[in-house]
């Protein structure tokens, strides 16, 4: 059994995915988790969201976990070795209305982790912005933009499939890389 | 009207109310109805597990609205109104025609 305590994100994530993978539960990490490690840690979130793409139920769920020391409080999982948590949240795998086509498959030495990219990692926060006007969300975007390559044209189309294009339109200046 | 669909009638009650109103909680909605407060609570619960519905506090009461990030709620919204127009005229204008804009306080009427 690896040792959890010393684990990033990343890490447990990885691990976590490969053992859920094995039992034939199939998850993508998206969320804040995916703002922290594209980011470097800038932005640091303990709660690991585990897209449950195969709507599995709860309980097959439940029992993956349990065989690797995580114990369901709530919402959340929870592990006595590690401060982070573990989320399931319903599928599908979307930012706003539109499904997530590209997987980004990364191998740690914990396991494969498969998360959303840094442009739908983006898109996923500019959602949050836009529909709840939560700037916090909006600086996550701008983390993730200053460390990763994101498609702002791919980024650009979505907002306006989301009606949001004005909204992208006067924030667009935030990602733009100066030479 | 869409019980079939949903697999209960409070499933539905409380979508309509929420597409209606915008937003709301589970007495209100059960006010409004009628039923059992716990189930119309359990059934907001289980449709924000599912995305469907999120949450935000007011003091101590949740106050629930559709997920904007939600990525069916363009087509369950299209479904909901459709369900509407069936619904008899009394009921839909309890429904819509409830007051929206500010009372101050204090003011007799």
């Known amino acids: 059994m690896i040792p959890l305590k010393e684990l990033t994100a990343a890490d447990l994530a990885a691990f976590i995915e490969s053992h859920l993978t094995s039992k034939g539960i199939e998850v993508v990490l998206s969320g804040g988790a995916c703002v922290s490690i594209y980011s470097s840690n800038k932005y640091v979130s303990m709660d690991l969201d585990l897209i449950n793409v195969l709507f599995v139920k709860s309980g097959r ?18 592990h006595k070795d590690t401060d982070y948590f573990v989320e399931f949240p319903a599928g599908p795998l979307s930012v706003g209305s539109e499904p997530v086509k590209k997987i980004i498959e990364l191998e740690r030495e ?48 979505w907002s306006k499939g989301e009606s949001r294009l004005k909204e992208f339109n006067n924030i667009k200046w935030r990602f733009i890389k100066e030479e | 009207m869409l019980e079939p669909l949903l697999g209960s009638k409070n499933a539905e009650r409380v979508l ?94």
């Not at chain 1, 959303?116 to 996550?140: F, G, H, M, N």
């Not at chain 2, 209606?20 to 609570?41: Q, V």
């Open chain 1, 110 to 157: 914990t396991g494969t982790l498969r998360m959303i990219s840094p442009t739908d990692c983006v898109k996923d926060r500019l959602a949050c912005y836009y529909y709840w006007d939560d700037l916090q969300c909006l600086e996550q975007a701008v983390l993730v933009a200053d460390s990763e390559e994101i498609d702002l044209k791919e980024i650009e189309r």
């Open chain 1, 61 to 78: 769920l439940r029992d993956a976990m349990s065989e690797i020391g995580f114990v369901e409080e709530g919402r959340y999982f929870k």
């Open chain 2, 16 to 109: 309509l109310f929420l597409l209606a109103r915008k937003e709301g909680y589970s007495r209100e909605i059960m006010r409004f109805f009628g039923g059992d407060p716990d189930s119309i609570h359990k059934q907001l619960v289980k449709f924000e597990a599912g995305g469907v519905l999120a949450s935000r506090k007011a003091g101590r009461t949740h106050l629930y609205s559709f997920n904007p990030r939600y990525p069916f709620l363009k087509e369950l919204k299209a479904l909901l109104e459709k369900a509407l127009t069936f619904y008899p005229q009394d009921e839909k204008e309890r429904l819509l025609m409830n007051r929206r804009r500010p009372r101050r306080s204090g003011k007799p009427l």
